[in-house]
């Protein structure tokens, strides 16, 4: 970000009050914040009771630093906590999902009785398949209902669930696999994407090449197209879960039990496995899902528009809403231009009242413009959410006036994978917001923004976000590597968190996120790590060295820039051609997948170094950044290596 924008983002003067009405029955009154400031530990216990649980903790936690746990002592289930206590309490016929297909070709509402009975069938399944408590299973799904079944089939046997993103490749898909050790994994034959049948299992035979520890596959049939068969291996869903019995007794585990792992980038080209726990993320969870979207379980319609792929998916589509007994919507499709009303349609029918999405969404629908939301009725709407990347205030100001008709408030929610649940964010019936800030921590959370040396850096400072107290739902390391845990997140300031993102206080002392520091890209959302881009690139065989950016894009936050160095043998002529470019985009979506797709890749005879040989990274993102390079630059552009020769010739070589 500019200095002259962020400068403008630091005197934003507007303020949004909370409506009256929503604030006089606001799930969260103003006093909760000194309430939980008083008795931090005594306020999560509070909060944890609100779960449903088979022994009560002894202690709320033990903080042996970096190493937590939450509600020692403690015994629950997780999938009890989702399904089985609403039904238990007269809730069965109540609607979990309005699962909508992509395209809306086909709607399938799911009661609370409907989920623990598939669950309960899955669970005996699995339990069939040879999964035990502690065994990991990896699923690789679509947004269909049945994704849903099986992470809660697998918290209620007590096998961590590592759900993988559909889009990513084989070969990411390969790598989770064996570093999480899994021992089966859950899949589709396909999927739909725009409306037409897209492969998925095709993907997973190939990563299964290389991943010794799985035993079975199992698969559910979406869309009927015909997919390679291991019959030692791979069985159908329908031939194993749809005749097991429904009759299940969930076993209840401890509360540091690991409930998933989630793995996500980070700055070395490994991704990391997060891992969390139990008890005290099933208490965040449903915590800041009940009080962040002032839920009331009885009335309102709740969508949440990721893809269970990602934390925000896990936390916010599965486990907060379903341990507060949500009415929530799930999407299989995403927006796109060819169907540019769907969502507004979505709401409408089915008088959405909360809805949580991304500004990458939001810039989207604002380039659709307005007046395609028009003709729709959207005044079921009473809160809207923000998640993934830092909002600029003019998509802030878009969301509230053109879907939230003026009158919701927006809660631009901060954190983490690793967080678990969100951290930094305002109340809606308490903060008056401003458009772009995260605002404050949640009551019970501690967070702090300081300068390179842990100095926190008081009202009207800039520096790096911290979180100072240890939370319920904080990851609880990273999966075989307490090592990269204490060296990634606790090695930077002592006894403390570091999130790798940069932030602001204003002069209220209100918290503003300003993306990465680190390097790690934000791309619609998604992390993507430069290394691991860099990495996918140079294992090419045209290709002898990469160097990978993060350049601002109007639309998607951050875009992938490259810049390629071809080996010798590569002719000019060759590495000067479209198809070339073309090749090593493709290449990265096939080893990364095609969310990692670079926007433009340059190629350039050498890359711009130090002395002591390390690249330049700043000035590659002041070319990415300052100049227009069209939408894909075949190179050798003689233009961009003039600038980099330029600016070498110019610059500062010591930049670290
Ligand atoms: C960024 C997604 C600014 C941030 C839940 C963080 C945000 C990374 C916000 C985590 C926000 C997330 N404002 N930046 N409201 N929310 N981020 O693990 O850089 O996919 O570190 O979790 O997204 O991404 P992750």
Not at 300 to 322: F, K, M, N
């Amino acid at each position: 970000m500019t200095e002259p924008a962020l400068d403008a983002l630091l005197h934003e003067g507007r303020r949004f009050d909370p409506p009256v009405e929503l604030a006089e029955n606001a799930n969260a009154q103003p006093e909760i914040y000194e309430h939980a400031a008083k008795d931090r530990l005594g306020f999560w216990a509070e909060q944890a009771r609100e779960l449903t649980w088979d022994t009560e903790w002894t202690d709320v936690l033990e903080w042996n630093a970096p190493f937590a746990k939450w509600f020692l002592g403690g015994k629950l289930n997780a999938s009890v906590n989702a399904v089985d206590r609403h039904v238990a309490a007269g809730n069965g016929d109540k609607v979990a999902f309005h699962w909508i297909s992509d395209g809306d070709t086909e709607r399938r509402d799911v009661t609370y009785a409907d989920l623990k009975r598939e669950v309960c069938k899955a669970a005996n399944a699995l339990t069939s398949l040879g999964v035990g408590a502690g065994d990991r299973v990896t699923i690789y799904m679509p947004m269909i209902p049945e994704t849903v079944v099986t992470i809660l089939a697998c918290a209620r046997i007590g096998a961590p669930h590592n759900v993988v993103f559909c889009g990513f490749s084989s070969d990411s898909l390969s790598g989770r696999i064996n570093d999480s050790d899994s021992k089966l994994v859950v899949t589709t034959d396909g999927q739909y994407r725009r409306g037409e049948p897209a492969p998925v299992k095709p993907a997973v035979d190939e990563a299964l090449k290389s991943t010794p520890g799985i035993e079975k596959v199992l698969v559910v049939r979406r869309t009927g197209t015909d997919v390679e068969w291991d019959e030692g291996r791979d069985v159908w869903w329908h031939d194993v879960v749809e005749p097991a019995s429904d009759d299940h007794t969930p076993e209840p585990f401890d509360a540091e039990h690991p409930l998933f792992m989630m793995y996500t980038s980070g700055t070395t080209a490994k991704p990391k496995g997060i891992l969390h726990t139990t008890g005290g993320y099933l208490t965040q969870a449903a915590f800041t899902h009940r009080m962040v979207f002032d839920l009331k379980p009885d009335t309102d319609v709740y969508w949440c528009a990721a893809d269970i792929g990602w934390i925000t998916g896990h936390s916010y589509i599965v486990y907060g809403p379903l341990v507060n007994g949500a009415t929530s919507v799930m999407y299989e499709g995403t927006p796109h231009p060819a169907d540019k009303d769907r969502w507004w349609k979505i709401i409408q029918d089915l008088k959405v009242s909360i809805l949580y999405t991304a500004p990458t969404t939001i810039r989207t629908l604002m380039k659709w413009g307005a007046e395609v939301l028009e003709p729709y009725d959207l005044s079921s709407l009473r809160i809207l959410g923000s998640v993934g990347e830092p909002i600029n205030p003019e998509a802030w100001i878009w969301y509230r006036e053109n879907v939230g008709g003026g009158r919701t408030p927006v809660v631009d929610t901060w954190w983490q994978t690793e967080t678990g649940a969100i951290m930094i964010t305002p109340l809606p019936g308490i903060t008056a917001t401003k458009p772009g800030a995260a605002m404050t921590p949640l009551p019970g959370i501690s967070a702090d923004v300081v300068d390179n040396s842990g100095k926190s850096v008081g009202e009207s400072g800039g520096g790096l976000l911290v979180l100072t107290e240890s939370w319920p739902s904080m990851l609880r390391g990273i999966w075989g590597d307490d090592e990269r845990y204490q060296e990634t997140y606790w090695s930077r300031f002592d006894g403390v968190y570091f999130a790798g993102d940069g932030a602001k206080k204003d002069d209220d002392g209100d918290i503003w996120l300003l993306g990465r520091v680190d390097d790690v890209m934000n791309v619609s959302g998604h992390r993507i790590s430069t290394t691991e881009v860099e990495h996918a690139l140079v294992s090419h065989p045209s290709v002898a060295e990469a160097a990978v950016v993060g350049a601002t894009d109007p639309t998607t936050g951050q875009a992938i820039v490259a810049f390629v160095t071809p080996r010798g043998s590569v002719a000019e002529d060759e590495s000067a051609g479209e198809e070339f470019v073309q090749g090593l985009r493709d290449h990265v979506a096939k080893q990364i997948g095609p969310i990692a797709k670079p926007r433009q890749v340059l190629v350039t005879p050498e890359l711009p170094k130090t002395r002591s040989g390390k690249i330049m990274r700043r000035l590659l993102r002041d070319i990415a950044e300052n100049r227009e390079l069209g939408d894909v630059t075949t190179l050798l552009d003689p233009t961009v290596t003039e600038a980099i020769r330029d600016r070498m010739a110019g610059s500062d070589t010591k930049e670290d």
